[in-house]
Structure formats: structure tokens, C-alpha cells
């Protein structure tokens, strides 16, 4: 079935740095992907998403291309701010079926001042 | 415009009794979606209502979990003899009829269940 990889956190940064949350995804169609964001006491809130190969989402300064080549979907950011400091789910949605969210299992970012 | 609607926020129930969790979608969203989050977990698809009816129960992971959906609108999902491993934030989603596997869901708040 269709899974999606994220790397573990926390990932700890300073104000202004530069961000990476890898994610990969197994499908077995041509789906949709993804990012969330959850901020703290808040509910998921969709960050960005891309629908076709080589698509970049962008939001908020998050950038992330869909690789089919690579089934990569990387958030990045080119300088942080504390503000940002949430939890990030990367995400699927494939054709057929029933069409729900397969999610990660989430990579909390804490940016310091 | 109002989004998706759960109550209650919060609820700390003691083992073995049942309890109610109710979402209330977006206005004309015909799909409805329940998923589970534990604590530093991912989150995990429960079921899925188109209108009415749930092609999709296969996420429930017991039969102590039932929902229904009433109205196309209202959902609730009832836990029947709660164990602490049911301690989790349970969240639900919609998306509007005819919407696409391009669209995201629309989630609500969620309610954090706790059992002692």
C-alpha cells in the first residue's frame, strides 16, 4: 500500500537558518503530495502541495518539488524563523479509492531566537 | 466561513466507559474523514463517509470503535470500553463533493481524548 517516509526529529535550527525535512513516498499510482503544518495548540493546516511531476509547492517561503524519478517530495526553507517552529506532516493522496491522506509520521522543528 | 468543527477539545474518561467524539464538516462537504494521533506518532486513518455511507471502515482498529454520519453533515465517532492505549487526539477532516485526489482535506481541531 501507499506509505510516506519523513526523517525523524526534532530538528533544532537557529533564526535564519536553512531548512531541509527530507520525504519520500511509496504509490502505487501517480498521486498527489503534500505538507501540513501544525503549530502548537492548533489544528493541521495544508502548507503546500504539488500534483504532477517536477510541480513546486510554495507558501510562506516553503518550497517543495515533486521528484518522480527520486519519489522525493523535500520541504525547504531558505531562512527560518521562530515562527515557524511546528510539526510538519509530509502527505499522499493517490487517484481511485477512496482517496484519503496517507500521511509521515510528523518532524517537529524548533527554531531558537 | 466556518471550517471544521470537533467537540468536545478535550475529554479524560476513566477505563471501560464509552465515549462520543463529534465533528461537524464544512457546509456542502460530502466526504468526511476521521484519523487517530498518539503522541509522537503519525496519524492514522480511521474511516472515511461519502454522504451518508462509510466505503472505507478499514482503519477502525477494533470493534469497540463504531461512527455514523447522519444528514450528510454530523459525525460521530463513539469508543466503546476505552483502554489507555485509546488515548490519542482524534481528528476529522472533509473535502467538498466532486473534489479531486489533487485537493487537500480541510481538517479540524481535533479532540484529545485521555484515558486514566
Known amino acids: 500500500g501507499d506509505s510516506v517516509t519523513q526523517m525523524e526529529g526534532p530538528v533544532t535550527l537557529s533564526e535564519e537558518a536553512f531548512l531541509t525535512i527530507n520525504c519520500t513516498y511509496t504509490?502505487?499510482?501517480?498521486?498527489?503530495l503534500f505538507w501540513y503544518v501544525q503549530y502548537p495548540g492548533e489544528g493541521l493546516q495544508l502548507l503546500l502541495k504539488?500534483?504532477?511531476?517536477?510541480d513546486k509547492g510554495s507558501n510562506k517561503g516553503f518550497e517543495a518539488t515533486y521528484r518522480k524519478e527520486t519519489t522525493s517530495f523535500h520541504l525547504e526553507k531558505g531562512s527560518v524563523q521562530v515562527s515557524d517552529s511546528a510539526v510538519y506532516f509530509c502527505a499522499l493522496r493517490s487517484p481511485g479509492g477512496f482517496q484519503k491522506l496517507v500521511f509521515g509520521t510528523g518532524t517537529r522543528l524548533l527554531v531558537s531566537p | 466561513g466556518a471550517g471544521v468543527s470537533q467537540s468536545p477539545s478535550n475529554k479524560v474518561t476513566e477505563k471501560g466507559k464509552d465515549v462520543e467524539l463529534r465533528c461537524d464538516p464544512i457546509?456542502?462537504?460530502?466526504?468526511l474523514y476521521w484519523y487517530r494521533q498518539r503522541l509522537g506518532q503519525g496519524l492514522e486513518f480511521l474511516i472515511y463517509?461519502?454522504?451518508?455511507?462509510?466505503?472505507?471502515k478499514s482503519g477502525l482498529p477494533s470493534d469497540r470503535f463504531s461512527a455514523e454520519r447522519t444528514g450528510e453533515s454530523v459525525s460521530t465517532l463513539t469508543i466503546q470500553r476505552t483502554q489507555q492505549e485509546d488515548s490519542a487526539v482524534y481528528l476529522c477532516?472533509?473535502?467538498?463533493?466532486?473534489?479531486?485526489?489533487?485537493?487537500?482535506?480541510?481538517f479540524g481541531n481535533g479532540t484529545r481524548l485521555t484515558v486514566t
Open positions: 457546509s456542502g462537504h460530502t466526504a
Open positions: 477532516a472533509s473535502s467538498p463533493r466532486g473534489s479531486s485526489y489533487n485537493s487537500p482535506l480541510h
Open positions: 463517509f461519502q454522504g451518508n455511507s462509510a466505503p472505507d
Open positions: 504539488a500534483t504532477k511531476a517536477d
Open positions: 504509490a502505487t499510482g501517480y498521486p498527489s
